[in-house]
């Protein structure tokens, strides 16, 4: 494990371990972000019949680095009705969180920040800590729109929170543990063993997990759209309602943290699936360094599998942005208790009966 | 509306209309439970500088007063002012999404004024204008309705298939957005084989493309419940506000200017007048889509049957002349002259002439004293009397629903404002 | 085993470190030309309409009763779940059995709130 070898390395736990927290941050998580943005655009303009951003740098491929700067540079205004204190602390307490889920994401099978026994329960537990940070945002700016946007935002990520852990609940029933890298070793070989097709398991119980774990997938799939604030659950930033939400009186830099956020817990949610659902870090079919003799091309391997998956879910959230309306609040939280709850517990019941087997 | 006294009285009005009159829905709480929320005029989803003060308790909306004005640009007093033909450039502000469309209308009405027969030619000319309008004015409808429910391709997809248009206009008349084509007498440049070569190839793939955009909403679960039942306004109370246009087919009647009240040549034009009846976003959506159809189907028709011919009728009292015999021929120079600074020679009366518009029902009342001015012009213009039935439709329904219905009546605050 | 949650802590500080960092960096950079129309509050280009700061519609704070209620339950379902194939080798069909006990009773709470109307949002 990398930390471990960090600490030996330095000859200090600490240091090990603070290199081995800030190594996402600074390798991933900003370069990520900033190309994720331009993938954000690159997508919709090809969705659209458009070019999309392509004069900064060779196909627009600096664009979002441009955005920063320009950002930076911009003056950062705090409302003179504002609650200044809650204003100021609320894109920290958001990026914050969002930052605090990666370092417990298993980027490979010797990679992971803090290999934590609860894992799964931690990302989640901190992913939603940027309802806080949202309502601080929304409640500070002593605006309308602002107002409405938390409160639609933290109703809708508090509720979709229920449908998201019954549908790992019900999948952490069939795995028997939280940590992300044991999950994800588990899967192992080849893609047939990953959990969406009913995981490791022998005889007749794999093919009667496969559906319900699918459905486990869809269900925390959908409700991660929610938590994200994505279309069609993008009602708190709606921006043909509500302006831009929780973060209309935002500027400048403190409105790219929530955009840097956003962007980062798309990656989250997307990571959790993929170490639940789809493997994790472990290769579809069999790994290169192992054909060829070579050891350490195995981790790097992983890594690319981890983040490769990763990414591809973060394209399907953005294809669904650029396809779909966004719902009215009734119909999200009719979506969420009336259809995915239920579902979700059903779905627990089947697991549950599985199981026996 | 001077001092600081009057506009904080006025806007205290305002206010208590709000919270008292307006609110039909009886809050059961004794305390005060709404909160006032100002939407627009700078507001993205309010199409222009429309803006609604609305009184909100909680998502539903209890009350609702749209307030007008913030684009009033005084052009029925301008009118008084300028001669028929200066007045022309004014009417491509009006609805700045159709202006060849009110080009058309304003030429008609000065025409029926000063009795003027057009050549056949520029009323086909015109018609395809007028169809070509239309389309382009839709396509901006449903895109925007599109986006206001948060489906933002269908716009950037519309706008696609208007370009192509925008094209079209821009060979034709020279500009793309402020046209000012037609004339009075007829229209102020031939069209051309180029044109008709566009136009052919736009109409070629302007089914299948619609078919792609509606694909992406007509069968959406999502748009689906965003739109049915939202905003439901019945046939007699839509006559009642004075709906005209896709707002008031929506409803089920089948009232169409075209159709009722034939100009033009559209009474030798076969299309059918698209109705639907459940009088709601979704219906007044398809009503749009279906009768971009239908003008597909009428270019059609008329670039089949356009004949050959002048574009401008003859009569020199009322028609400016040709550029060229102004600058060869004396008695031209002098009609020119006096057309230009006079205006033309209507006789004393008034006269009211409306054209279905993208819209709705656009008309020209104009009180003619005998000069070249209008003595004074009244502009029936469908966007502000569709607006009328903003505060109905939205009442009771959640703010979500609000840009829904503002994005189905299709509201250009140009026209609304004059 | 909590010296795994050290890098945690430390992930966490990095990131308000950074944040830190990023919003000093944009106030040494951008200007700072404060006027009060600037610094009024945007409500569509009008002056605010009374304050935001009002009673707000009880709906929201129903939901987040309802989020706090069954987000318990499913925290109580994690140790159950994690430990799953244990007790079924233990105690067999009895734990499902047990779980599923609770689950009645939390669909019970479940269709109570819907026969109440507390989704509802007209």
């Known amino acids: 494990m990398i930390p471990d070898y960090l600490a030996e390395f330095f000859g200090n736990k600490f240091i090990g371990y603070l290199i081995a927290a800030a190594l996402p941050l600074f390798l991933w998580i900003l370069p990520y972000a900033l190309y994720a943005v331009y993938a954000e655009r690159k997508v919709s303009a090809f969705m659209q019949d458009r070019i999309g951003p392509n004069r900064v740098g060779p196909k627009g491929l600096f664009q979002t680095i441009a955005d920063i700067l320009k950002l930076i540079q911009?003056?950062?205004?705090?409302?003179?009705?504002?609650?200044?204190?809650?204003?100021?602390?609320?894109?920290?307490?958001?990026?914050?969180?969002?930052?605090a889920a990666f370092a417990a994401l298993p980027f490979s099978s010797i990679y992971i920040g803090s290999n934590i026994n609860l894992g799964v329960f931690y990302i989640m537990a901190v992913s939603s800590f940027s309802v806080v940070g949202i309502l601080m945002a929304g409640w500070a700016g002593n605006n309308k729109y602002s107002l409405y946007g938390a409160m639609r935002s933290v109703a809708q990520i508090v509720s979709y929170e229920v449908p998201a852990l019954l549908a790992i609940v019900s999948a952490v029933m069939v795995i028997g543990s939280l940590n992300l890298n044991e999950i994800s070793e588990m899967q192992t070989a080849y893609f047939w063993n990953w959990w969406i097709f009913g995981g490791p398991v022998v005889g007749i119980k794999k093919f009667l997990l496969i559906i319900p774990m699918t459905i486990a997938f869809i269900i925390f799939f959908i409700a991660s759209l929610a938590e994200v604030n994505r279309t069609p659950f993008d009602i708190p930033e709606a921006e043909s309602e509500l302006v831009a939400g929780f973060h209309t009186e935002y500027t400048g830099m403190k409105f790219a943290m929530f955009f840097l956020a956003e962007y980062g817990n798309m990656f989250v949610v997307s990571a959790i699936s993929v170490s639940i659902f789809f493997g994790g870090w472990q290769s579809p079919f069999g790994y290169l360094g192992n054909s060829l003799g070579i050891s350490w091309l195995i981790p790097v391997e992983q890594v690319f599998w981890f983040l490769f998956k990763g990414s591809l879910l973060v394209l399907v959230q953005m294809w669904l942005r650029w396809t779909l309306p966004r719902l009215r609040v009734d119909q999200l939280m009719t979506v969420c208790w009336k259809y995915l709850t239920p579902y979700a517990f059903i779905n627990l019941v089947l697991i549950g009966i599985i199981t026996l087997f | 509306m001077n001092t600081p006294n009057e506009q904080s009285q006025y806007k205290s009005k305002i206010l208590e209309t709000l919270l008292t009159k307006a609110t039909d829905v009886v809050i059961e709480d004794t305390l005060e439970n709404g909160m006032v929320l100002n939407m627009g005029p700078q507001h993205p989803a309010t199409h222009g500088v429309l803006r609604l003060l609305i009184n909100i308790d909680g998502e539903t909306v209890i009350g609702c007063v749209p307030e007008l004005g913030y684009l009033h640009r005084g052009y029925e007093k301008i009118a008084e002012n300028s001669t028929y033909h200066e007045f022309i450039p004014h009417t491509d502000r009006l609805d700045y999404l159709a202006p060849l469309s009110n080009n058309t209308a304003f030429a008609l009405a000065v025409e029926k004024l000063a009795g003027v027969e057009i050549p056949k030619r520029a009323k086909y000319i015109r018609m395809i204008i007028s169809e070509m309008a239309r389309i382009a004015s839709h396509l901006v409808a449903i895109g925007t309705m599109a986006m206001d429910v948060g489906a933002l391709t269908v716009l950037l997809w519309s706008f696609r298939e208007r370009e192509k248009l925008q094209d079209i206009m821009d060979l034709l008349t020279g500009a793309r957005f402020t046209t000012s084509y037609t004339r009075i007498g007829g229209v102020a440049s031939d069209w051309t084989p180029q044109c008709t070569a566009m136009l052919k190839d736009f109409l070629e793939h302007f089914d299948e493309n619609l078919d792609e955009m509606e694909r992406l909403l007509n069968t959406n679960r999502i748009f689906l419940e965003r739109t049915e039942g939202i905003g439901v306004i019945s046939a007699e109370q839509a006559i009642a506000m004075g709906l005209t246009g896709p707002n008031l087919r929506a409803t089920g009647i089948d009232y169409d200017v075209r159709r009722v009240f034939?100009?033009?040549?559209?009474?030798?034009?076969?299309?059918?007048?698209?109705?639907?009846t459940e009088g709601d976003s979704l219906a007044r959506y398809w009503v749009r889509c279906d009768e971009m159809r239908e003008s597909a189907k009428i270019l059609r028709q008329c670039l089949e049957k356009m004949p050959d011919g002048d574009i401008l009728a003859h009569d020199p009292k009322n028609v400016l002349p040709k550029k060229f015999d102004v600058y060869t021929k004396m008695e031209e120079l002098i009609h020119d002259f006096m057309l230009v600074n006079f205006g033309l020679n209507p006789p004393v009366g008034e006269v009211y002439f409306s054209v279905e518009n993208p819209k709705g029902e656009l008309g020209f009342y104009i009180v003619s004293d005998g000069t070249g001015h209008p003595w004074r012009l009244k502009i029936r213009s469908p966007s502000f009397v569709n607006l009328q039935s903003l505060p109905l439709l939205i009442k009771g329904h959640m703010v979500s629903d609000i840009v829904a219905i503002i994005g189905s009546i299709d509201p250009v605050m140009g026209e609304a404002d004059k | 085993m909590i010296e795994q949650y050290i890098p945690l802590i430390l992930a966490i500080l990095i990131a308000l470190l950074f944040s830190l960092f990023l919003l000093k960096a944009s106030s040494w950079f951008g200007p700072q030309r404060?006027?009060?129309?600037?610094?009024?509050?945007y409500e569509s280009g009008m002056e605010p309409v009374r304050t935001a700061r009002e009673r707000f519609s009880v709906k929201f704070y129903i939901v987040a009763i309802m989020f706090i209620i069954f987000d318990i339950e499913v925290v109580f379902l994690y140790p159950w779940a994690v430990n799953l194939k244990n007790l079924i080798d233990l105690m067999g069909f009895f734990i499902i059995a047990e779980m599923f006990i609770f689950i009645i009773i939390l669909l019970a709470g479940y269709l109570y709130l819907l026969k109440k109307g507390a989704l509802k949002w007209d």
């Open chain 1, 74 to 99: 911009k003056e950062d205004i705090v409302p003179a009705s504002a609650d200044k204190p809650l204003f100021v602390m609320a894109p920290y307490v958001i990026f914050a969180g969002t930052f």
């Open chain 2, 262 to 276: 034939p100009y033009l040549d559209y009474e030798n034009i076969d299309f059918n007048v698209i109705t639907y």
């Open chain 3, 34 to 41: 404060p006027n009060p129309e600037k610094l009024s509050t």
